[in-house]
């Protein structure tokens, strides 16, 4: 079986390659389509989701892939190893010229991430994590950090009106970030406290930016307050919180009882 550190190296590269190819789409008014549910797929992310699925399949034939614009298919859950790839996770922002958006690509082993890549090419960052060996960004390792006195969430109003009064009053919501994944990430590096996430989040949304937080000192929990399971059969999820220490126990429960 290939090593994690080879694997790293291969979505690092991959992930790179589809970035420049996302940003030819970048602010040049691609064509964009409404999937089930109105959620819009551009045809960048089509393009980014060919590359990967044609680039890393044909380096790693016996993973599995999941892939948000690739049809599911039962026979990756035969393999050992998945591809968990989300082409441009931030789409909405990608239209509308925010700078937010990632290409998300993972390894997911036993139900668990096991090599995580976001490569953000409009803001020229990447972040990666393997287990145990820290969470990175441009090369450089990242941590979360301690709530101050006024701690930073993100996520939908309701859950943050239904936090307890005393952390309502030194709690500040954060304006939207379209991509789920970046924000996952700023809570890794210290830009952000904590966040909700509404029901629904996929796989590909979560996966690599998972191991990345988890890295970096920080948890991503569902509602019974475990983590994540990922490459399934059933690849959504109920509402899940982010973040660290007492803060995350906070939310967790908020989210518990809802």
């Not at 939908?156 to 990430?185: C, D, G, I, N, Q």
């Amino acid at each position: 079986m290939t090593s994690r550190k080879d694997d790293l190296s291969l979505l690092i590269d991959a992930a790179r390659e589809a970035g420049d190819i996302a940003m030819r789409y970048f602010k040049r008014n691609p064509e964009v389509w409404m999937k089930t549910g109105q959620s819009p797929v551009t045809e960048a992310d089509f393009a980014v989701d060919a590359f990967l699925r044609e680039t890393l399949t044909a380096a790693r034939p016996g993973y599995g892939w999941l892939s948000e614009e690739t049809a599911d298919s039962a026979e990756r859950l035969s393999m050992r190893r998945t591809f968990v790839v989300d082409p441009i996770d931030g789409t909405r922002g990608f239209i509308d010229g925010a700078s937010s958006w990632c290409i998300s690509v993972a390894v997911v082993e036993a139900g668990q991430p096991v090599v995580g890549v976001l490569d953000c090419p409009a803001r020229e960052e990447v972040y990666f994590a393997t287990p145990g060996a820290g969470a990175w960004k441009n090369g450089a390792p990242i941590r979360v950090r301690d709530p101050g006195p006024e701690a930073v969430i993100g996520g939908p109003k309701p859950f943050f009106e239904a936090l307890p009064e005393t952390w309502r009053e030194r709690v500040r919501r954060m304006s939207h970030v379209p991509s789920l994944a970046y924000r996952l990430a700023m809570i890794a590096e210290g830009a952000l406290d904590a966040t909700f996430v509404k029901p629904n989040a996929h796989d590909w949304d979560i996966a690599a930016a998972d191991l990345i937080l988890r890295e970096a000192g920080g948890c991503l929990l569902n509602t019974l307050g475990n983590a994540p399971s990922y490459g399934g059969s059933i690849t959504s999820h109920d509402a899940l919180v982010a973040g660290s220490g007492d803060l995350l126990a906070v939310i967790a429960e908020v989210i518990a009882q809802r």
